[in-house]
């Protein structure tokens, strides 16, 4: 995950930043499932793909917090790109668009 967090921050984060990064996206994903829990059912949570992923986010903090079964995980994703099992229930696939460099304005 801190792969993942160092990429999506364009690398330009100091290291000695990154235990911290990870800390907030994980209490984010925490605060998240528990909100969920307290709300009235069924509930329906609209978020980034790593905070939905069964295997990263908020669903692992649901079941930390002992919801009950039932729980799904729908993630959209660009046409041509792998989404596991272990990442979600059900892929939306979505048309690819064309490759970006998102980080180049932050680079100069």
């Known amino acids: ?3 993942d967090i160092r990429e999506s921050h ?3 984060l100091p290291e000695t930043q990154m235990p911290a990064m ?3 996206q994980q209490q984010r994903d925490r605060r ?6 307290a709300a ?3 509930a329906l949570l609209l978020a980034g ?3 939905v992923r069964k295997d990263l986010g908020v669903p692992l903090h ?9 729980n799904v995980v729908l993630i959209l994703a660009e046409a041509g790109k792998t989404v596991t099992a272990e990442s979600a229930d059900y892929v939306w696939y979505t048309a690819a668009q064309p490759e970006q460099d998102h980080c180049a304005k932050l680079r100069r």
Do not use: I, Q, S, Y
């Open 22 to 24: 990870l800390a907030v």
């Open 62 to 70: 649901l079941k930390d917090l002992g919801a009950g079964e039932g």
């Open 49 to 51: 793909a790593f905070h």
């Open 10 to 12: 364009c690398g330009l």
């Open 40 to 42: 009235p059912t069924p």
């Open 1 to 3: 995950m801190l792969e």
């Open 32 to 37: 998240m499932a528990e909100r969920l829990m």
